[in-house]
């Protein structure tokens, strides 16, 4: 029934900027917190970015400063601006969604996005 479709990777240069999409079929009031993970080859899955229902965001040291999330409610969406980026940035990123625990609690994660940050 969730489905999440992610959208905005690619190749782009030290220092470009690229803008993640993912959009859930799963109706906003019942989705507790959105977030973006990312893996890169030979590493763990991390957490990049969240932020809650009511607007609390979260984001890595690695990525602060540079890298913003956002929400659209109207469309069930949740964005990563990435500014600035580096090579050590390039991974295969994930989107995910916590339902509230009265809907039940469970996560649902995106396919993944690859992005490739190199000159």
């Known amino acids: 029934q969730v489905q999440l479709v992610e959208s905005g990777g690619g190749l782009v240069q030290p220092g470009g900027s690229l803008r993640l999409s993912c959009a859930t079929s799963?109706?906003?009031?019942?989705?507790?917190?959105m977030g973006w993970y990312r893996q890169a080859p030979g590493m763990q899955r991390e957490l990049v970015a969240s932020?809650?229902?009511?607007?609390?965001?979260s984001y890595a040291d690695s990525v602060k400063g540079r890298f913003t999330i956002s929400r659209d409610n109207a469309l069930n969406t949740v964005y990563l601006q990435m500014n600035s980026l580096k090579p050590e940035d390039t991974a295969v990123y994930y989107c995910?969604?916590?339902?509230?625990?009265?809907?039940?609690?469970?996560?649902?994660w995106g396919q993944g996005t690859q992005v490739t940050v190199s000159s």
């Open positions: 995910k969604i916590t339902r509230e625990f009265y809907a039940g609690g469970d996560d649902y």
């Open positions: 799963e109706r906003i009031f019942s989705i507790y917190a």
């Open positions: 932020i809650t229902k009511v607007g609390t965001r």
